[in-house]
């Protein structure tokens, strides 16, 4: 080889040496950009982590929690304001009956409004701190599937310790398998409302026996979503609710209802009762039905039908302030037990009984005992071939129409300024 290409062949080998360390350089110097880029980036990520958590977990501390019914407005994010109808949105709740109701846990909220998950609302009182009351009759706590005490979702249970004295709101979602609602609030003093929501299905439920019974405080009831179209029993369903002023049961289907006695019996504060929309073909008990509703003043029984009732024992007994009720529709023809059917009532001045058909062996002793004010009478249908203590009672004075052989039996027992119209039609003796 010759001087010549041993020079050239050196210059090229230097050149590709050269050439490659220049290479291996650049990549040096592209190794360390990029770390640096990965230092940077981590130290960013690190800062905003390190915000995040002082923003989520140690500011929080500092937060202002308020307390249900309250929430901090945007004007004034330190001080929280009372939800009202006004600005119920805001404090995402919804508008019912004038009041703000807020979404508790549990529940949804669909822009700015309470999805009601729960078909019923109760509320409790109690007057001194850790009170252990029933929330209800424990045979149902296996069909609720969610409840709610004061905010706190817990375990089912029919009683619970209150840790504050007060009111509480317990909220209950149910399965929808129940067949009877009988005493499901027997006896539970501390219950002020209860409120059925439409979620609650009673299209199954055949019995209302006793389910507010002795409910002495119970001051409000919502149960105009009830299905009672299956319901044969509603037997002392509002006994001794003495606090209820009203109750609107228009919607109740009563057509498959056989029993009401004592339903509505020690109402004492109710003033009237619509239940015009009753149609009861197959009842067969009255008795007590309204048996010491004193301040009960009108009852609108339109549509009984009482062609099979037997027992109207005690019905209006001691219904002091009632006026005046209508029954020229009533059919008598298979009552058994009348007895003290009006005693006791001191207001009301006239009854028109001439449709009362009464057979020979009806109890109607005492029906109009200390019914001190009733001047007109009309018994133009009672009749009997027995003695029976019916006028004892009656005020000094009046008018009364009956039938010519029943005055005999009972005249004993009218005063003797009472007026007699005599009816001497010819009847035939009922006997049973």
Not at 43 to 51: E, G, H, L, R, Y
Not at 80 to 104: F, H, I, Q, V, Y
Request: with cysteine; glycine share 4%; charged share 20%.
């Amino acid at each position: 080889m010759e001087s010549g290409e041993i020079i050239n062949n050196s210059y090229k080998d230097f050149g590709e040496r050269e050439s490659n360390q220049t290479t291996v350089g650049k990549n040096k110097c592209g190794l360390k950009k990029v770390i640096i880029i990965s230092v940077i980036i981590s130290i960013i990520i690190a800062v905003i982590t390190f915000v995040l958590i002082y923003i989520y977990i140690i500011k929080k501390e500092d937060e202002i929690v308020c307390e249900p019914g309250y929430f901090l407005p945007d004007n004034n994010p330190k001080e929280c304001a009372k939800c009202s109808t006004e600005n119920c949105k805001t404090c995402r709740g919804t508008k019912d009956k004038n009041e703000c109701t807020m979404c508790l846990p549990g529940f949804l909220i669909n822009y700015s409004v309470c999805e009601i998950e729960h078909s019923l609302k109760t509320i409790y009182f109690t007057e001194e701190k850790d009170t252990t009351i029933s929330l209800m009759h424990y045979m149902y706590v296996n069909n609720i599937k969610k409840m709610i005490v004061d905010n706190e979702i817990i375990v089912p249970n029919s009683e619970y310790t209150f840790k504050n004295n007060g009111y509480h709101i317990v909220y209950i979602t149910f399965d929808n398998e129940l067949e009877t609602l009988g005493e499901l609030f027997y006896g539970i003093e501390e219950l002020i409302e209860a409120n059925f929501t439409y979620l609650f299905d009673t299209s199954k439920i055949t019995s209302f026996s006793y389910m507010f019974y002795s409910c002495k405080n119970l001051e409000k009831i919502n149960i105009s979503y009830f299905n009672t179209s299956n319901v044969e029993i509603m037997s002392g369903m509002f006994q001794l609710c003495s606090s209820l002023t009203s109750i609107n049961i228009s919607n109740f289907d009563t057509i498959n209802v056989n029993s009401m006695s004592t339903m509505f019996m020690g109402c004492k504060s109710l003033k009237s009762l619509d239940l015009s929309n009753f149609v009861t073909p197959n009842l067969t008990s009255m008795t007590d039905m309204f048996e010491n509703c004193y301040n009960l003043t009108s009852i609108n029984l339109e549509n009984f039908d009482t062609k099979n009732v037997y027992n109207f024992n005690y019905l209006f007994l001691n219904c002091y302030s009632l006026t005046s009720v209508e029954l020229g529709h009533f059919d008598t023809q298979k009552i058994v037990y009348m007895k003290g059917m009006f005693q006791g009532c001191t207001s009301i001045t006239s009854l028109d009984l001439s449709n009362f058909v009464i057979r020979n062996d009806t109890q109607i002793d005492y029906i109009f005992y200390d019914c001190n004010n009733l001047n007109y009478l009309d018994i133009s249908g009672f009749r009997s071939d027995k003695t029976i203590k019916i006028f004892y009672g009656l005020p000094s004075k009046g008018k009364i129409i009956i039938e010519k052989n029943f005055l005999e039996l009972v005249k004993d027992q009218i005063p003797n300024d009472w007026e007699f119209i005599i009816e001497n039609q010819e009847y035939v003796l009922l006997d049973e």
